[in-house]
């Protein structure tokens, strides 16, 4: 098993340009989760989701969506960045039940 | 609104010594608190939990204290090993039913010293 996969790994963008982070789990979890983390700030939950099909806001989904068409694929898509976004991506998955969420190596990206 | 947080950002440590690391809560519904290793380059992983109706909980050098009165959870690290050298963080799940949807606190870098 692979885990939680997230590409691209390193991803620089203009301001403006829209983008789409990948993130996809071989374990069959229900639950999904998109997390930025910021320098002093620790991870902030973006979007989540409990199911293919269903997604909810995080604490900060603004500039963010999400779908959930499978329940292997979660993507972000970045409708048009900006400076604020710059920022360390992850993604996670848990099982429905009270488990430990697994979290991919994270997308590092730049937006000048 | 920070509902978790660790107010020592970093903590240097002589291998073999203790490591002890702090986290503080507001949110009085919290029923599990939850803390992450973190190495560069890498995403978090799962290290230990804790049940609210629990005070102590033990996993090999790990053990974590809770202390509801005080809304305050410390995790122990004994003995100290240069590969314990990470970012620490403290997190509690936002909802009941699920883990995935976590708050977290900013995180305490560990530095273990030969």
């Known amino acids: 098993n692979a885990g939680v996969t997230q590409t691209p790994k390193f991803q620089v963008l203009k301001t403006g340009q829209s983008m789409t982070l990948q993130c996809a789990q071989d374990m069959n979890h229900e639950y999904m989760s998109w997390y930025r983390q910021d320098p002093g700030m620790g991870l902030r939950l973006i979007h989540y989701?409990?199911?293919?099909?269903?997604?909810d806001q995080g604490e900060v989904p603004n500039g963010y969506n999400v779908s959930r068409s499978t329940t292997e694929d979660f993507p972000l898509r970045l409708l048009s960045a900006a400076p604020s976004q710059t920022s360390v991506y992850f993604c996670a998955s848990n099982p429905r039940v009270n488990t430990e969420a697994f979290f991919g190596q994270g997308t590092r990206l730049t937006v000048v | 609104d920070q509902q978790v947080k660790q107010n020592s950002p970093s903590l240097s440590v002589q291998e073999g010594r203790i490591s002890i690391l702090n986290c503080d809560y507001t949110n009085s519904m919290f029923d599990y608190f939850l803390w992450y290793k973190k190495y560069p380059a890498e995403g978090p992983t799962f290290l230990i939990s804790?049940?609210?109706?629990?005070d102590k909980n033990e996993d090999g050098r790990f053990t974590v204290f809770l202390n509801k009165s005080a809304k305050h959870l410390s995790l122990h690290i004994v003995p100290s090993q240069p590969g314990d050298s990470a970012v620490y963080f403290c997190a509690a799940p936002m909802t009941t039913d699920s883990w995935g949807k976590l708050q977290f606190g900013a995180g305490t870098q560990v530095v273990v010293t030969p």
């Open positions: 804790i049940s609210s109706i629990k």
């Open positions: 989701s409990v199911g293919a099909g269903i997604t």
